[in-house]
């Protein structure tokens, strides 16, 4: 066997070992054929740490943070005791200002990732129970050592600018099926994060995967960036750690369906917990297992909450009664959020747990600043000001007629009585919709626009508040805002679908419907790691909507295999692909046989390189299709950074030098056609 092969093999075997049992947080699916697969990572806080430190080698160590917090503790208990002793047993209730981004892919408001507010405050309403011990919620408990961590939770209502807000942010940051840590950390947090110092940062994004060496290893629930000591050398070597700051979760996970049930959840882990647990570490908790790492006995490391009985690793499920370590006092507190019980099982906090929270917010780096921000208070307010957002674009006719749905809501101190909408799809004219009713501050109302018409391709609609109560918006920075949507048209008599199973193809299914709703084919289960073909007989004029299933909500790419579905053309065009998904995915697809085959090759025929891009981007053109006409750049707010007519090849470039780093959209088009593309400024 060659050499250096033996030692790559023996390397990857290693780490995926370490991997597994180092954060062994998982659950185990048996398959009817006896395999078993990984189905979640309930944590990785610990890995995002360790990625912080290769980044940042001058990061503290555990060690250091320890010692640095200890004394401090000490403080805290210190302080408790005294004021004990004076009759008084509680301090001033801490509330921490909350700001979630919601990371989306263009999906209507409500649909997959793009969860609605509700789901949202209802995460922050299992925070306070969780953390205040409410009496009469799941975050009540009878334990001797479970107390109140008077430490609260509000959604911001200030934001950076001073000014009124809802504590919830929307970014359409393109197709993206899921993210990886490093994604996350290097494009998501740096162009949408609020202060830091301000803000406890909350991103809910649509998956989390962990890779090795480009393996796809298993879905992340969620994970945190641990605090920082203030004063301790080498903290803030680069901006990283403080542009990375808070804490991620996926959107399943997010929220809690017993108090908002018309949410997207994924049971067991669908009460809240996995926030809580994620913003513990946030706040300087650790697993109560103590985190020893691979080959370590967890009945041996410390969490350094004495009241936490020692545990020799996480617990999963509800085991109550288990004595993992039974040689030292105490049976497991399955029951605490820093464990990986499910979501049900969990109900404390100890109160070396709250003593070591209240010292890292008063003490830390971006937690001590959280005791005294404004953000909860509310921003400055304006008499007119009106916020817009896009509810749906209800396309219909394979997506060339689309009739969107706008949410209007009154921020301003008037009663907003009429107001004027422009909107527009990408290179069509402005068309002006005027709502008029009542809305009092805080009262919003949907506006369902006429019907739009758009064009095969890449398409992006606009919408902003032109005017209110007859004059102007007081506050642009709310009222303006854009999505982007595909028209997929083909030219073509018949399809050629193309199925690649994973590993676990018995998990496959998928089925052809008709805008009728008619089955007009279908397929799978399969075989492992099999390629299957079918052609299909499609109808001119006819809009088709392909969905394809997995059984176990990982789609078929790329944690167990790498496979991958395709419909293609009878001249071998590619009309839609992928791979990545959850539990399933539906495509939408129209037939049109007039299609010249520049109109249908045209996406297809143009490339981005390189990409990620830190000076020049270049676009390629293929030989097929004729010299576009223009391209105009979108940040991931939808505004125009950049445009620019092309007239001979030499406009194929574009100088990016100047552009912060982040996620943008070139839209390119010739004539009647364009495409968008995604593409990242490092």
Not at 198 to 206: D, K
Request: overall charge negative; glycine content about 8%; hydrophobic content about 35%.
């Amino acid at each position: 066997m060659n050499k250096n092969f033996t030692s790559t093999f023996f390397i990857l075997s290693f780490v995926l070992f370490s991997f597994f049992n180092v954060i062994g947080q998982n659950t185990e699916k048996v398959t009817q054929f006896g395999k078993s697969k990984l189905e979640k990572i309930r944590c990785a806080t610990i890995e995002n740490e360790q990625k912080l430190r290769e980044l940042y080698p001058n990061r503290n160590s555990d060690a250091q943070f320890e010692n640095w917090l200890a004394p401090k503790i000490e403080t805290i208990k210190a302080n408790r005791l005294a004021l004990k002793q004076n009759g008084n047993s509680t301090l001033n209730v801490i509330t921490i200002p909350v700001v979630v981004h919601v990371i989306h892919n263009g999906d209507a408001l409500g649909a997959n990732e793009n969860i609605t507010d509700a789901q949202i405050l209802s995460q922050i309403t299992v925070l306070n129970q969780d953390f205040g011990r409410i009496a009469g919620t799941p975050g009540f408990n009878t334990n001797p050592v479970g107390v109140d961590t008077e430490i609260q939770f509000c959604l911001a209502q200030r934001d950076p600018n001073g000014l009124f807000t809802t504590g919830i942010n929307r970014y359409n940051l393109g197709s993206e099926a899921s993210w990886e840590i490093d994604d996350i950390n290097t494009e998501i947090k740096p162009q949408t994060q609020w202060n830091p110092n301000e803000y406890l940062n909350i991103w809910v994004v649509n998956r989390i995967v962990f890779t090795i060496f480009g393996i796809e290893l298993g879905e992340i629930l969620g994970y945190a960036q641990f605090p920082t000591g203030s004063g301790l050398e080498g903290l803030e070597q680069g901006t990283g750690p403080a542009n990375t700051d808070g804490v991620v979760i996926a959107h399943r996970y997010f929220g809690s369906s017993d108090i908002f049930p018309a949410g997207t959840y994924s049971a067991p882990n669908d009460k809240g917990r996995t926030t809580t647990h994620e913003v513990g570490h946030y706040l300087g908790l650790r697993h109560i297992w103590g985190d020893g790492g691979f080959g370590v006995n967890g009945c041996s490391v410390d969490d350094f909450c004495d009241d936490t009985p020692v545990t020799a690793d996480q617990n999963t499920g509800c085991s109550v009664g288990i004595d993992s370590c039974p040689n030292s006092p105490g049976l497991d507190m399955v029951e605490n959020y820093m464990d990986y019980s499910d979501d049900a099982c969990m109900n404390i906090f100890t109160q070396d747990q709250k003593d070591r929270m209240i010292a890292v917010l008063t003490n830390a780096q971006r937690r001590s600043t959280l005791v005294t921000s404004l953000a909860c208070q509310p921003g400055q307010t304006f008499d007119n000001d009106g916020s817009l957002e896009i509810l749906n674009l209800n396309l219909t006719n394979c997506g060339t007629n689309l009739s969107p749905s706008l949410r209007l809501t009154n921020i301003g101190t008037n009663t907003v009585t009429s107001a004027e909408i422009t909107y527009s799809t990408e290179g069509n004219s402005d068309l002006t919709f005027t709502w008029n009713g009542t809305l009092t501050n805080g009262q919003n109302t949907t506006i369902n626009l006429p019907t739009l018409l758009a064009s095969a391709g890449n398409n992006v609609f606009y919408a902003a508040i032109t005017a209110l109560n007859g004059g102007a918006d007081e506050n642009e920075l709310n009222s303006t805002r854009s999505q982007n949507f595909d028209v997929v048209l083909a030219n073509t008599e018949e399809i050629t679908i193309t199925i690649l199973t994973d590993d676990y193809g018995d998990e496959t299914t998928w089925v052809l419907r008709d805008s009728n709703n008619n089955e007009v084919a279908s397929g799978g289960p399969y075989g492992d790691n099999t390629e299957y073909a079918e052609t299909v007989a499609v109808l001119n004029n006819e809009c088709y909507t392909f969905t394809i299933f997995d059984e176990f909500d990982d789609g078929i790419c790329c944690s167990f295999g790498i496979g991958s579905y395709e419909i293609k053309t009878s001249d071998n065009t590619t009309i839609i692909s992928g791979g990545e998904f959850g539990s399933s995915e539906s495509k939408t697809f129209g037939i049109n046989q007039n299609l010249s085959t520049i109109e249908n090759s045209f996406s297809n025929g143009i490339k981005l390189y390189p990409n990620p891009v830190n000076s020049q981007l270049n676009i390629a053109i293929s030989n097929e299709i004729v010299l576009p006409n223009q391209f105009i750049i979108y940040n991931s707010l939808g505004q125009i950074v950049d445009s620019k007519k092309i007239a001979s090849s030499n406009d194929l470039s574009v100088n990016t030098g100047s552009y912060s780093s982040g996620v943008y959209f070139i839209k390119i088009m010739m004539d009647e056609q364009s495409t968008v593309i995604r593409f990242i400024k490092n």
